[in-house]
């Protein structure tokens, strides 16, 4: 029997994912954790198969939770079920060490395809994602032309905030460091991406999306 931790803080969410799960794979036993920090503690009282991890979750600190979770259970497949735009990060957490990255809008049969392909061993990618992927030519290409792909895994989490809205100081508090790092991470993703303000920002990463649908 495989054993599933589920990472979803929203409960209405994580009763559906369940029950999906419980319907193709009817002999599973799946255990739920709202937060990172229960989930870390289930982590180090048992052994799991496959974790699927909502990245915003309290308590979480992004990509670091991966290599968090390595730690304790080395061997343990991680797929990553977010809402965070697929074009901008799957590539970055798949460098992290997840195994797969599916997004929240995705059907039935997408997460079914992907849970059972990562518990077989091997890792799911999206369509979208195989086309980012399609030859490392190309990759390189677009690396060049979109400078977003520069910025790390830190850099873009935080970018994230900063496009909805979230001020420093609350930055520095969700993701537990100083309100000057916050800054100094700011400013690299303002050189990076030759922008000035957030208004500037914002329009970056819409031209780079509309980019990135154009290639698909």
Do not use: C
């Not at 969410?13 to 937060?35: Q, T, Y």
């Not at 901008?88 to 992907?114: C, F, I, Q, T, V």
């Not at 809205?165 to 508090?173: E, L, M, V």
């Amino acid at each position: 029997m495989k054993t599933i931790l589920l990472v979803e803080d929203h409960s209405i969410v994580s009763m559906g994912v369940k029950l999906l799960i419980e319907d193709f794979l009817p002999s599973v036993n799946i255990i739920e954790a709202g937060s990172f920090n229960e989930t870390l503690k289930h982590l180090q009282s048992r052994f799991f198969d496959l974790v699927v991890l909502d990245i915003k979750i309290p308590g979480g600190e992004g990509s670091k939770m991966i290599d968090k979770i390595k730690a304790i259970q080395s061997k343990v497949k991680i797929l990553v079920f977010s809402s965070q735009d697929e074009e901008l990060y799957a590539l970055h957490y798949y460098k992290a060490g997840a195994s797969g990255y599916l997004p929240k809008d995705s059907s039935n049969d997408e997460l079914e395809k992907a849970i059972t392909s990562v518990l077989n061993g091997g890792t799911y990618i999206s369509s979208v994602v195989q086309s980012q992927l399609i030859n490392s030519t190309m990759l390189e290409r677009e690396s060049k032309e979109s400078p977003i792909e520069t910025l790390s895994n830190r850099e873009l989490e935080i970018m994230d905030m900063l496009l909805v809205g979230r001020w420093t100081k609350d930055i520095a508090i969700d993701l537990n460091i100083k309100e000057s790092t916050v800054s100094t991470y700011k400013g690299r993703i303002f050189e990076k991406l030759d922008v000035t303000n957030i208004l500037e920002l914002f329009k970056k990463v819409e031209i780079y999306k509309k980019q990135k649908e154009k290639t698909h």
